[in-house]
């Protein structure tokens, strides 16, 4: 348990609502479809402006193939004790596969598996947000996973680095939840290193304002659509709406006369450690002697604890300790997010999967869900 407090020190904008032109129905279908004619990942650029001044914000649409686990105790415990194990796997199948022309008969077993990160300059989550180069380490944590004595009598501590920070997200909506309606959801994220170890204040890293669009879901994936701008630092409430308004028009949005006021609807503090994702392939060639194996990086997964903020609460300065996410107001989830190459790499074998990742569900007391996690927050504001 980890006594040190972490002091977060909030932007100092206040946002209390989002004034943009009004987006009807229609308008939305159009933005929607905009969205969603991105199939891969795309970069753009949006004119806006600043404190007065015009300026160009870089923007990107990626897809998003994500996988939800509830879970009933905080995240980071469920992590240690999976990397205990002698096996870091999640999930494994197996495919025979037979070689007419070598007459010859193929086992191909496939395991997802949760890999720490070598070393801190090791990526793990794309390139958006890199350790701050003024705070080394500030983004990693060591999770230790077992003690070991040696034949002297000394105890030796094994420990994995994965990522890890604190994240503030605060979500926007009608009144009559019409963004909901067309299930869609904008967001402000602000990104906080973690830096308990050196037990000092930090600013955010990052802010970013973000668009999701649900494009369909399994029993398995959740399927959306995610658009991101990066924001400036220290920008006021009208910054803010103009960026909004900017962003929804290069978007491909046609705005009208009427006001459409976009309202807080919560805020979800994070806790998130993260660790790479990879496809782990051994192929047994029987009447053979070899055995083939092969890696596939195809994703990341993230163990997260997480609550519910009123919007209407909002403190300037919040002491956080890791204590508050073992909390009874906290909730816990594991998401593995899948690259569109990771999804592919999985093949046609998704039954099987599923099959074997309810099974991981089930050893840590959890089940999958498609509810992402302000939708789970909204829920516990309202009981």
């Given amino acids: 348990m980890l006594a040190t407090i972490v002091k977060f020190i909030l932007a100092s904008l206040s946002i209390s609502q989002l004034s943009v032109a009004a987006v009807p129905a229609p308008c939305l279908t159009a933005l929607a479809k905009t969205i969603t004619g991105s199939q891969r990942a795309k970069n753009f650029y949006v004119q806006t402006k600043v404190n007065g001044k015009k300026i160009k914000l870089s923007g990107s649409i990626n897809p998003e193939t994500e996988l939800r686990i509830m879970l009933p105790k905080p995240a980071e415990q469920v992590l ?15 495919m025979p596969l037979k070689e007419a022309r070598k007459k010859q008969l193929r086992q191909h077993d496939q395991s997802i598996m949760v890999n720490p990160l070598k070393s801190e300059n090791e990526k793990w989550h794309g390139t958006t947000f890199d350790p701050t180069p003024n705070m080394p380490g ?3 944590k060591n999770i230790v996973i077992r003690s070991e004595t040696d034949p002297d009598g000394n105890t030796h501590q094994n420990s994995a680095i994965v990522g890890a920070q604190y994240e503030i997200s605060t979500y926007f909506d009608t009144v009559d939840a019409h963004l909901s309606k067309h299930k869609m959801a904008i967001r402000i994220k602000t990104w906080y290193p973690y830096s ?49 308004e900017s962003t929804l028009k290069t978007l491909g949005w046609k705005g009208t006369a009427n006001k459409l006021k976009l309202r807080p609807i919560v ?38 604890s997480f609550m519910a903020l009123n919007p209407s609460n909002m403190l300037k300065v919040l002491n956080i300790s890791e204590d508050l996410f073992k909390s009874k107001n906290a909730m816990h989830q594991i998401e593995m997010e899948f690259t569109p190459e990771g999804k592919s790499l999985l093949g046609d074998n998704l039954n099987a999967w599923q099959t074997q990742l309810q099974h991981f569900a089930s050893q840590h007391g959890g089940k999958i869900t498609q509810t992402p996690k302000y939708k789970s927050a909204l829920r516990a504001l309202k009981k």
């Avoid at 240690?80 to 197996?94: F, M, N, P, Q, Y």
């Fill in 138 to 140: 500030a983004f990693y």
């Fill in 267 to 304: 805020e979800v503090l994070n806790l998130r450690l993260t660790a790479n994702l990879f496809l782990d392939t051994a192929t047994k060639e029987y009447l053979a002697t070899d055995i083939k194996y092969g890696r596939e990086k195809i994703g990341f997964i993230t163990f997260d």
């Fill in 80 to 94: 240690a004790e999976h990397l205990k194990g002698a096996d870091w796997s999640i999930a494994s199948v197996s």
């Fill in 196 to 244: 308990v170890r050196y037990g000092q204040e930090f600013k955010a890293s990052g802010t970013s304002l973000f668009i999701k669009l649900d494009t369909g879901s399994s029993n398995l994936f959740h399927e959306r659509m995610e658009v991101q701008i990066k924001l400036p630092a220290n920008i006021t409430e009208t910054d803010l709406n103009n960026i909004v």
